[in-house]
Antibody, heavy 118, light 108 residues
Framework: QMQLVQSGPEVKKPGTSVKVSCRAS????????VQWVRQARGQRLEWIGW????????NYARNFEERVTITRDTSTSTAYMELSSLRPDDTAVYYC???????????WGQGTMVTVSS | EIVLTQSPGTLSLSPGERATLSCSAS???????LAWYQQKPGQPPRLLIY???SGAPGIPDRFSGSGSGTGFTLTISRVEPEDFAVYYC?????????FGQGTKLEIK
């Protein structure tokens, strides 16, 4: 079946970087696009950016564009989100979401908890 | 950047009642690229409606979406006990994409 599986939880020091992966299966990954979204505890969903898998084109939210890089590896059907210069307020659950069989984000990963603490 | 404002912040209803949730955009949403999601605690969001009015696969038909331009509505015809959750709208027609702040549907 169509699914996205994300990498496991991370604990990072302030100022370092984290790279979260999102592996797709059960659909044609190269025809899709993938967005990354985060959610701090009890807070709203926050859009980080997206990548069009086929072309590799990306677009980032203004709040993240200087610190985030989204990439993909079509050979392994995996998307990546790397966030640098981490701060304690980057502590959140990070989700990837992809277009599966429809032109909308109907597939979501299980979420990756990233904790930033000294 | 398109700002989405959802109302009300909290909606208190009893099972069987009709729920109407609103999402207002600061600019016109291109081609109706407006989605609605349901999120329960500890779970990722679940797509309910896309393209403003199309039901996602597997979603019960008590969920419906309408609207265009800057005003959109999610309607639950008869609220079931499993529908109590937080609902978000998202516009994905213009970059940067954006989410509303959410509406919590709670049991009255």
């Amino acid at each position: 079946q169509m699914q996205l599986v994300q990498s496991g939880p991370e604990v990072k020091k302030p100022g370092t970087s984290v790279k979260v992966s999102c592996r797709a299966s059960g659909f044609t990954f190269s025809y899709s696009s993938v967005q990354w979204v985060r959610q701090a505890r009890g807070q709203r969903l926050e859009w980080i950016g997206w990548i069009v898998v086929g072309s590799g084109n990306t677009n980032y939210a203004r709040n993240f564009e200087e610190r985030v890089t989204i990439t993909r590896d079509t050979s392994t059907s995996t998307a990546y989100m790397e966030l640098s210069s981490l701060r304690p307020d980057d502590t959140a659950v990070y989700y990837c979401a992809a277009e599966g069989s429809i032109n909308a984000y109907n597939l979501w990963g299980q979420g990756t908890m990233v904790t930033v603490s000294s | 950047e398109i700002v989405l404002t959802q109302s009300p912040g909290t909606l208190s209803l009893s099972p069987g009642e009709r729920a109407t949730l609103s999402c207002s955009a600061s600019q016109s949403v291109r081609s109706g690229y407006l989605a609605w999601y349901q999120q329960k605690p500890g779970q990722p969001p679940r797509l309910l409606i896309y393209g403003a009015s199309s039901g996602a696969p597997g979603i019960p038909d008590r969920f419906s979406g309408s609207g265009s331009g800057t005003g959109f509505t999610l309607t639950i015809s008869r609220v079931e006990p499993e529908d109590f959750a937080v609902y978000y709208c998202q516009q994905y027609g213009s970059s940067p994409q954006s989410f509303g702040q959410g509406t919590k549907l709670e049991i009255k």
